[in-house]
């Protein structure tokens, strides 16, 4: 009798680790199976930058600059910049429509450069623009319409018309402060 109690506690004895073990394994792959959805929750997503329609107010784009950093009024700190608009007459507007993007000189319209085969995205408050050389990054940095633009790639050489850092539109230009060109024929 003790030969069969023995035997019987020793089979117990394997079947209940047998059935702890696959119970383990299979909460093994369970969490496994958590962890995963866990990981896969916690990645965060990428945002995907779209394509977007260009601004209408980017085809008058007129160059600016900072001109009281102190101040906390945008009209105030950004304006005309004095030298490119007075003296050297040499500052770039920028006109962006669907088919093209334009720099054309300040003081002479006829003077302009342009290029039609661009892509258009945008994320946020930024647009961005790639030709086969460069990528232009016009990003709102202000409620008024204060643009910032980063030119990346092969450096942009334009005979008499400077890039300006920043830009605002031709409607909200009236709204800034403006230097007096004095006897300067600009």
Known sequence: MKNIIT??????V???SCSTSTDKKVNNVDSTAAKTDTVSKLTPEKKTISKVEIPGD?????????LETKSKNV??????EFSGNCYSCDLAS???????IKWTNICDEKDSFEMSD???SG???????KTSDRTYILTKIDKAPVYELVVEGKKL??????VAKYFTTQKALPLFKEHDCGDFEG
Request: glycine residues 4%; positive net charge; hydrophobic residues 45%.
């Open 7 to 12: 035997s019987f506690s020793v089979a117990a």
């Open 157 to 162: 050489e334009l005979n008499k018309k400077r």
């Open 118 to 120: 661009f892509s258009v």
């Open 58 to 66: 980017f085809s008058e784009l007129v160059p600016i600059d900072v």
């Open 14 to 16: 394997l079947l209940a």
């Open 75 to 80: 009209y105030e700190k950004y304006g005309i």
């Open 123 to 129: 994320e946020g408050n930024t647009t961005i623009l």
């Open 94 to 100: 920028l006109s962006i429509t669907k088919n093209k």
